[in-house]
């Protein structure tokens, strides 16, 4: 790479410059390079004549001051503890100066200290990245209301960005073989939302997602020493509203499954028009949202438009390293397709937590809460994830709980509260260096009330998927 190279050739000159030649090599925008030590003379000094004056000294001109923080194609040195330099570079966020592993979904946050796969490349002064994930599923719901369907999901996800000002101009694009699976999805107990067909809701059934996951720009300038402020737009895009989205979220995006409280948590993930305004104040963010709280329509290979009619303001917090805190609200101008008319207020809260507890041995959690107020009821969700990766495994688990509405056919039916709990592991296979071969699977246990017991064969039904996955990271 070019910045390789030009390290390379500066280290070289330098080595066969004399001490004081050397003081006057400028630093490279970006990093700071040791000055070697001047060595101790190897000849003695000539003898002075007595009375001779002594020779004036040379003074060696001055180095600049160091450039904390100055970024070469949005790279800066990477410090350690006492502030020294380590040698090797440290990514920048998008949006600010901080860990580029901070950054997950839309402009949602994640613990510094989470994983953040990808591939990387530099192109001119751009920087280049991209990861993704294909997994190939078939999936067992057990029940009168179960289904068996073999499937595939996953995504495929890609960032240009580049120094700008002071700041950083980014452009991402994700796109998902979620379509292929039907307009009908996958089954799925206890999920309900969005339709196949625009006059019938999918109940018990995990609808596709859009072709077009995202497509977004955003640019972002410095305005005080760790503080920044920024702008995000995306048609699709994903607003300032929950947690990452669950493909994103590090204890739980090994499952193929989507959780049963995606549409009180994450379901804007995939909003056909956002424009975000956020400030960053070092490890707190405040952003606000105008996007089209329109939720998408069962065509899937399509970009839609809409007003931006809905509001969220969302409020994040990386307290340490290894923990992420969120709290948001938002009002939803007429979200469902099949209720025309009908608005919707939601809250959310969220803490997600990543930490390496012993070498070579990964753990990540979740803690979630989302609430949706509508027709004047207010029905909860809660979700709790964690994953541990230990060299090529990883387990999983999931439980969740709503207060669900749509399970039955009844226009503003009561709210039924049920429960899931889901267990799963996958072992990967390298290929190559940024590609593995995956195979797991999960088992899940569905928990409904009497009233929903005989539509569903039991109060417990199950759900198992074996799967086999593609990952390039």
Do not use: C
């Not at 050739?9 to 000055?35: E, I």
């Not at 737009?233 to 739980?252: D, Y």
């Not at 207010?378 to 990766?389: G, H, I, N, P, T």
Request: proline fraction near 7%; hydrophobic fraction near 40%.
């Amino acid at each position: 790479m070019k910045m390789r190279l030009t390290v390379t050739v500066s280290a070289v000159a330098l080595a066969g410059l004399p001490a004081p030649a050397a003081a006057q090599q400028q630093n490279m925008p970006g990093m700071t390079m040791p000055m070697p030590a001047k060595p101790p003379s190897q000849k003695a000094e000539p003898q002075r004549k007595a009375g001779a004056k002594e020779p004036a000294k040379q003074e060696p001109a001055a180095t600049p001051p160091r450039l904390e923080g100055e970024h070469m194609s949005g790279m800066p040195m990477a410090s350690n503890s006492t502030g020294e330099h380590t040698g090797h570079m440290a990514m920048t966020g998008a949006f600010g100066d901080y860990p580029m592993e901070r950054e997950s979904s839309g402009t949602a946050w994640q613990p510094d200290a989470s994983q953040h796969a990808g591939l990387m490349k530099h192109a001119g002064g751009w920087m280049l990245m991209a990861h993704g994930v294909l997994n190939l599923a078939y999936d067992h719901q057990s029940g009168r209301r179960g289904d068996d369907k073999a499937f595939g999901s996953g995504m495929l996800m890609g960032t240009a960005r580049r120094p700008l000002g002071s700041g950083t101009l980014q452009f991402k694009a994700m796109v998902s073989p979620d379509p292929t699976m039907g307009k009908r999805g996958y089954p799925l107990l206890l999920a309900s939302g969005e339709t196949a067909n625009g006059r019938d809701r999918l109940i018990d059934r995990q609808h596709p997602h859009d072709f077009f996951m995202e497509l977004s720009a955003s640019v972002s300038q410095q305005v005080a020493s760790k503080s920044s402020v920024f702008l995000y737009a995306g048609l699709p895009g994903e607003p300032a509203f929950g947690p990452p989205a669950f493909m994103h979220r590090e204890a739980i995006l090994d499952s193929p499954e989507a959780p049963i409280t995606h549409h009180w948590l994450d379901s804007t993930h995939v909003s056909f028009g956002v424009l975000t305004a956020g400030l960053v104040l070092g490890p707190a963010k405040l952003e606000v949202s105008r996007f089209n709280g329109r939720e998408p329509d069962q065509h899937r290979w399509n970009v839609e438009t809409g007003p931006l009619d809905s509001t969220a303001i969302r409020v994040s917090w990386n307290s340490t390293k290894s923990l992420a805190l969120q709290a948001s609200w938002g009002h939803f101008t007429d979200p469902e397709q099949l209720e025309p008319g009908v608005d919707q207020k939601r809250l959310s809260a969220s803490a997600l937590y990543a930490r390496e507890i012993a070498p070579g041995w990964k753990f990540a959690a979740t803690l979630a809460w989302g609430r949706k107020r509508v027709h004047g009821h207010k029905d909860d969700a809660f979700a709790v994830e964690a994953s541990l990766k230990h060299q090529q495994w990883t387990f999983f688990s999931r439980g969740e709980m709503t207060e669900n509405r749509e399970l039955t056919d009844v226009e503003d039916g009561p709210a039924y509260r049920v429960g899931k709990v889901s267990l799963g592991a996958v072992r990967d296979f390298s290929l190559a260096e940024h590609l593995s071969l995956g195979a797991g699977g999960l088992l899940s246990v569905n928990f409904v009330p009497d009233a929903l017991a005989a539509s569903y064969g039991g109060r417990d039904p199950f759900g198992a998927m074996a799967f086999v996955r593609l990952k390039l990271d």
